[in-house]
C-alpha cells in the first residue's frame, strides 16, 4: 500500500516562510510525477503545484507562483514545497499527491495516491 506523510504545517504570520514536506516511506514506492493540493473548509481541492518525477518540468497555480517553489529529492524519494511571502488566503490543509495515470496535472481526480494532510494558518 502506498503512503505518503506530510510534515511542515503550522501558525505562521503573514509575510512569513514554510516549508511542507511529503515522504513516501519503504522502498517499494518510487514517487512518480507529484503534486501539491490545498483545501480551504467547505472547498474544494485546489492545485498548488506540480513537478514531474525527473524533476525537471513544474506547474504552478497563478495564485502561489512567484512565491512559492516544489522541489523533491529522489535519492531520498521526498517532495518539498516551499513557501514564502505567506498570506492570510493561503490558509488551507495542504496535501501532497502521486500521479501516475492522465495529463491534467491541475486535476485532483487524476491523482492516485495522497498523503493525509497538513494544516497552514496564516494570521494577518
Known amino acids: 500500500q502506498v503512503q505518503l506523510v506530510e510534515s511542515g504545517g503550522g501558525l505562521v504570520q503573514a509575510g512569513g516562510s514554510l516549508r511542507l514536506s511529503c515522504a513516501a516511506p519503504?522502498?517499494?514506492?518510487?514517487?512518480?510525477?507529484m503534486g501539491w493540493f490545498r483545501q480551504a473548509p467547505g472547498k474544494e481541492y485546489n492545485f498548488v503545484a506540480y513537478?514531474?518525477?525527473?524533476?525537471?518540468?513544474?506547474s504552478y497555480a497563478d495564485s502561489v507562483k512567484g512565491r512559492f517553489t516544489i522541489s523533491r529529492d529522489n535519492a531520498k524519494n521526498t517532495l518539498s514545497l516551499q513557501m514564502n511571502s505567506l498570506r492570510p488566503d493561503d490558509t488551507a490543509y495542504y496535501y501532497c499527491?502521486?500521479?501516475?495515470?492522465?495529463?491534467?496535472?491541475?486535476?485532483?481526480?487524476?491523482?492516485?495516491?495522497w498523503g493525509q494532510g497538513t494544516q497552514v494558518t496564516v494570521s494577518s
Open positions: 499527491a502521486a500521479k501516475i495515470r492522465g495529463f491534467n496535472i491541475r486535476n485532483a481526480n487524476e491523482y492516485d495516491y
Open positions: 519503504g522502498r517499494s514506492f518510487s514517487m512518480p510525477d
Open positions: 513537478i514531474n518525477q525527473g524533476g525537471t518540468s513544474t
